[in-house]
């Protein structure tokens, strides 16, 4: 193999349309016309020898091959990103500014204690002020400049003002008492559905992603409860018949904290939910923005990486 016959441009065309699954928003990111695009990502097909990104209902969905790319690509782009941020020196990291992210107590729980330490680390002048989204997209505050990043799950139909970058892709779990007679010996759908629920809902709709496969199915689950909170239905499970179904890294924490609660596999086909970080344009290429999304992509992968392993 010879490295200087290869284009490593493409690692970063790769890297981008991995990130954005969009191929209009991956070609605004990198400047480039949608045929330039075109053009890069066939002679990384080729190259690469897989489709790697075919055609959804919303944007573009990468291949098995490359997913496992992109694991092997990520320590690669983030090197390559110090690298850079070091030559070009870290005066930015010394303004004193708030930065106001909105988000969820779930993600609250897995990105800052993880983020908190390096943000002081680096920039001790800044303050970090987070906002419950309570389930929606903070459009008005992002236009305003009172929310600098919101992070939240994927959105089709942003505004041309918004940005857009997949941070994780996180499957569903369930949760339940370790003593619960349904889930010992086995796990089926006629189980789950023998059980009582606890759901999260930010909006108070209680006809989620669940119900709606449950209702394709010609089924339905009883419902103890919808609460505005993605931590505390963890806390209601032990020494009850109740089930919470939920992301994750959600269930891995609570089993850390209660050695009471087991976690498995849904009886149902649920789609993983990809989260995202959004902001406004007019922050893009404000240095310490840039490098805040770049370290909360860097600790969320890695989180993300070690729930995986």
């Known amino acids: 193999m010879n490295l200087y016959t290869k284009d490593i441009n493409l690692l970063l065309v790769f890297h981008t349309l991995y990130e954005e699954l969009n191929a209009t928003r991956a070609a605004q990111r990198m400047s480039l016309s949608q045929p330039a695009l075109s053009h890069k990502l066939n002679k990384l097909r080729h190259e690469m020898g ?29 090197q390559l990103r110090n690298f850079y941020e070091q030559t070009e020196g870290h005066d930015y990291l010394s303004r004193t500014e708030s930065i106001r992210i909105y988000t969820t107590d779930y993600m609250e729980q897995a990105l800052l204690p993880h ?78 559905l023998e059980c009582e629920h606890l759901l999260t809902t930010l909006t108070g709709d209680l006809k989620g992603l669940v119900d709606q496969k449950l209702a394709e199915l010609g089924r339905e689950r009883s419902i103890v409860a919808g609460l505005s909170s993605f931590i505390v239905p963890t806390r209601l499970l032990t020494g009850t018949r109740w089930l919470l179904t939920c992301l994750r890294s959600i269930a891995e924490q609570a089993t850390v904290l209660d050695d009471n ?27 310490m923005r840039r490098w805040l999304r770049n370290t909360i992509q860097e600790v969320l992968q890695r989180v993300c990486r070690e729930h995986s392993s």
């Open 50 to 78: 897989d489709s790697l990104f075919v055609r959804a209902a919303r944007g573009l969905t990468a291949t098995p091959r490359a997913h496992e790319l992109a694991r092997q690509m990520q320590p690669l782009i983030h």
């Open 115 to 192: 983020l908190l330490p390096l943000v002081r680390q680096a920039a001790p002048n800044v303050t970090i002020v987070t906002q419950n989204t309570r389930g929606r997209l903070p459009r008005q505050e992002l236009e305003t400049g009172e929310c600098d990043i919101a992070i939240a799950g994927f959105y089709s139909d942003l505004p041309d003002t918004l940005r857009q970058q997949r941070l994780i892709e996180e499957p569903f779990k369930v949760l339940a008492a370790r003593d619960n007679p349904h889930v010992i010996g086995g796990f089926s759908l006629d189980d789950y």
């Open 261 to 287: 609660l087991v976690i498995l596999e849904p009886p149902l086909d649920l789609p993983n939910v990809q989260v995202m970080q959004i902001w406004h344009e007019r922050t893009d290429a404000d240095p």
